[in-house]
C-alpha cells in the first residue's frame, strides 16, 4: 500500500499505525499550511487526563504560507516546556528512561521551521521503534490522489479513529485508556513492543 500523509508533531498512533502497515508512504509537503491541527499539537496524558502541547509557530490566515515556509515561534520557550510537560507525565512509565536521551535533541536544538521539526521528530521516535522508514515527499499538491491512499485527514484534531486496542497507560487508574494520543504515549509505555502494537491494530477508516 502506497500511504499518503501528512509529516505531523510526534505523530499519533493512528498515524504511526498507517506508516508501520505502508509499502511505501508519501509525506504531504506540498500543501498550504492549516492552523487547528496536528501539524503543531502533541496530545499526551497527563495526571489529569489528556493534555494537548503544542509548538507555537508565526502564521497569519490572511497570508496563505506553505506547509514548508511557516517558521516556529522561537522567542517562546516552548522547548524547555514541553520536555517538563513529558517528564511530568511520564517519569513513572516502564520505559521513559530507556529513550529519553535518543529524544533530548528535539528538546535542545534550535529548530527554525515547524516541518523541519516534523521530519526530524519522526526520524527519531522511528529510530526508537527500530523502524526502517524512508518516506517519499510530494512535489505537487494533489487533492484527490489516484496511486494513493489518501490519509491526510489524519492531520485533523477532529479525526475520529476507532478500533484501537487499549494498552496500559501511566494513569490509566484515574482516568481509564486514552486513545490515539502521540506516539510518545505508546512508546513510554510498551517500549519494545510499540512495533508489535501497532501492526496488530486495523488501519483507521478515512
Known sequence: ???LIYPTCFPNVAQFLTIVNSDTVYFEVSD???KQSYRNRVEIYGANGKLALT???NYSQKNRQLYKDVKIANEEQWQ????KSLQSAYSMSPFFEYYIDDLMPLFE?????ILDY???SFEVVANCIQLDIKPEFTTDFEKNPVDKTDFRKLVKRNAEVKSLQPYT???TEKHGFIPNLSILDLLFNEGPNTELYLKRQQLPSI
Not at 80 to 83: E, M
Not at 109 to 113: A, H, M, P, V
Open 80 to 83: 524547555p516546556l514541553l520536555l
Open 1 to 3: 500500500m502506497k500511504s
Open 32 to 34: 498550504n499550511y492549516q
Open 169 to 171: 497507560q501511566v494513569f
Open 109 to 113: 536544538t534550535k529548530f527554525n521551521y
Open 55 to 57: 509548538v507555537p509557530v
Open 118 to 120: 516534523n521530519l526530524k
